[in-house]
């Protein structure tokens, strides 16, 4: 008969459950060899009763032994609260064997299900050997005694001395804890909580080895990264006095362990003295104490043993020893990373397939985080079974933390040990309360990433607020030249897949950041356009609206006898609840605004700009609807400012013909005047006529000789010698005197007729034909009405007439 039905046939039998006056009441069968012990934890209180009538035994601990039924009743409604349930078996060994091992099977405690119950194996040797119980299978974790197993069954490990019973440590499933080896008597016992059935499992126990500690627990590291925590007896409470423990360490090849001590406690000792002492193929014996640095790099299995002395117990509190150890091995290609030496960034590493095994100090993780100097290993990764990242943050919130110099936002050259290469590193900026974060690229301006102006480069720069929200994509080779942003920003430089596959990245400069004062936009891009090609530049957030109540501006360089061509493009405009969306152009330097456009108007959607100017846009709070748009800047050749050259040089050459035409009319006029009068004749009686002409002159009031083709300035105030006379300042004939008296031409006795009297007038002898004109010198064609009076300039003071007096000033000024 198989050993399930068995089970089952047994279950049938024992379990009758029945209430007789409201108690519960259970029958059980504990089974060959095994002793049922149901107690009171509290000690008093409801006890639990066998028998009826006379034999009816009813007290806070009941035992039950083999394989006779027991009926048993508590008088209590609830002992599942009070009562606890322990099955014990006992193995015994001698020096060449056991009789039996330990079996976890849950038959005669099932009706007691609703209880927590103990399972419970005792252990004794045969001395002077040892038994020894083989966990290997499954492997143990040593725990906290504070602490709880995932699985809530717990293992318990003691042995059995002279002074009494000792704590060998709690234990978990699944762990390094391969064996134990006890000295004397010990136990094994598993802890299940109510209402769950008991993990079938088996250890084997088996007769050991010769040993002279208390215990020897035996670790088997697995290859690659691993770390074990191991505690000493009764820990956290005294070690034994006197007594000794072992750990046997089994470290595979091609690895090496480190030893350290995280916690201990030394007592004071009466005699002998505290040690830990190391044995092993690799490493010398040594003996050290609990304050020596511990050995590393030990690359075979070794010994470590603990040694306690007797102990000064006396004074209450006195200390007592207790130690907790960590032992790690790792590969000898294990992978040390250190962030100080790689720009003081973390390093983040998540797994993405579980076939990949890694660890960070010997214990193996699904995410680490590197923030110092680091240990990792990896087993089974390949460069697509893991992601690597890096994050800095830089913190200028208080003036003092502040760099002096902008600081260089570099990609870490990661240590080749790693299987993947970094794939994005994030910095985050934190700029004074009021301050400003400002951006540029060492390498050549940015730009974003719009359609039709993709970034197809091996990496990407996203810059967003601190709070994650979106300002833009950008790639090197643009004309984005320098970006301020008036808030906590995150700059994140990612590796493209098209990167990834170039090989592995090493430092690159991505930008330069530094800590400038408060700007009165929330965004400001400073753009340089190049006749090359169009820029696009788009408003922050893009393809999502700005946020409430956000502006931004560009300021954009126009290169001389050039000028810019704005056109706004996928322009959308919301429905505004409070304030207005508003987009302006306006050139630097001047207070008009070229374009100025709100959701509510209508508006043109080119512009043509001929300097630098400003492109400023603010939002509103949005009712429905989005406020975004993409503005195209195009540069071309200053068409205005050819056509002004053109109607200058128009103009000019204007002018010069018209003056070049006034001064030749007034040659010809002058040429036409000068023909008409060739010759004039001095008479002495004061009239000037022309020769040729028939008949006598006309008299001065019938003829135009007192007409002057013009008249000198000066000649403007000859009313001032009038009334110069009238005051007695000058006598009546120099005013009266003909203007031709003052200055006649002197005339030789050759130049007379003979028989003329001179100063007499004489009629002219001549025909009609006047003679021809005599060569004068240039003193005889001096102006007809130069005087005294009239001085030209240039002409000395002695030459003026004495007979003038001080000349007056016309009355009222000039």
Known sequence: MSTSVVCLLVLLLTLIVSVVSGLPKYTVTPGPGTTLNISNSQGKGCQVCKGSGRTRECSTFLSSYGNTPVTVEFECSKPEDVFTVEIAKTIACTTSSCNGSINQADTSSLPLLRFNRTFTWNIKASPPKAFKIDFAELGLQQIDPSERCPDKHTYTLKALQATGSVTLGKYCKTGTVTRAQILNQGSLSLDVPAGQTLQSGQFAVSVGEEIKSLARLSVSSPKGASSSELLSANYPDSFPDDDVMEWYFRIPDKHEAAVEFLKSTEPRCLKKEVAVEYHGKDIPPSVLTLMNVQPSQIKSNFLLTLRNCEMDISPAGSPRLSLRLKVSVRPLDSCVVDPSKIEGVSVHIVKLRPSCKMTLNFEERETITVTSESALSFRDCLPQDIQVTATRVIDCSHPKDCPATPVRLLVPKLPSCLPATLSKITWTLRPAQHGTVQLTAPSGPLKQS???????????????????????????????????????????????????????????????????????????????????????????????????????????????????????????????????????????????????????????????????????????????????????????????????????????????????????????????????????????????????????????????????????????????????????????????????????????KQSVADGAEVGTYQPFRFSSQGPPLPNRPPSHTLPMVQNEIYQTEGHGEQERSPNLGARLEPEGGN
């Open 450 to 748: 719009l359609p039709g102006q993709q970034c197809r480069d091996s990496v990407t720069i996203n810059i967003a607020e601190g709070d994650g929200t979106t300002i833009g994509q950008f790639c090197p080779k643009g004309n984005i030249e320098k970006v301020q942003i008036h808030t906590n920003v995150s700059v994140t430089w990612q590796l493209t897949t098209q990167g990834r596959t170039t090989g592995r990245t090493y430092i690159k400069h991505v930008l330069n950041a530094s800590f400038e004062k408060e700007i009165s936009e929330r965004y400001i891009f400073t753009v340089s356009p190049t006749k090359d090609a169009p820029v696009l530049v788009a408003t922050p957030g893009w393809p999502s609206g700005m946020q409430p109540y956000d502006t931004v501006s560009w300021i954009v360089s126009v290169p001389p006898k050039m000028e810019a061509h704005l056109m706004f493009a996928n322009l959308s405009q919301p429905k505004c609840s409070l304030r207005h969306t508003n987009i302006k152009v306006q050139r630097i330097g001047s207070r008009e605004e070229d374009y100025s456009r709100r959701e509510d108007e209508e508006a043109e959607n080119e512009i043509t700009v001929s300097e630098n100017f400003y492109l400023n846009m603010s939002n509103c709070m949005p009712e429905k609807n989005d406020f975004s748009v993409i503005t195209k800047i195009t540069l071309q050749k200053s068409k205005s400012r050819l056509l002004t050259i053109i109607l200058s040089v128009v103009a000019a050459l204007l002018v010069i013909f018209i003056v070049v035409l006034v001064a030749v009319c007034v040659v010809v006029r002058k040429k036409k005047k000068n023909l008409e009068h060739q010759v004039s004749i001095y008479n002495p009686n004061g009239t000037v006529f022309l020769p040729g002409h028939n008949g006598f002159p006309e008299t001065r009031e019938d003829d135009e000789s007192h007409v002057y083709a013009s008249i000198e300035d000066t000649l403007v105030y000859t009313h001032l010698l009038k009334k110069g006379q009238e005051m007695g300042i000058y006598e009546e004939n120099d005013t009266d005197r003909p203007i031709a008296d003052s200055q006649k031409p002197p005339v030789s």
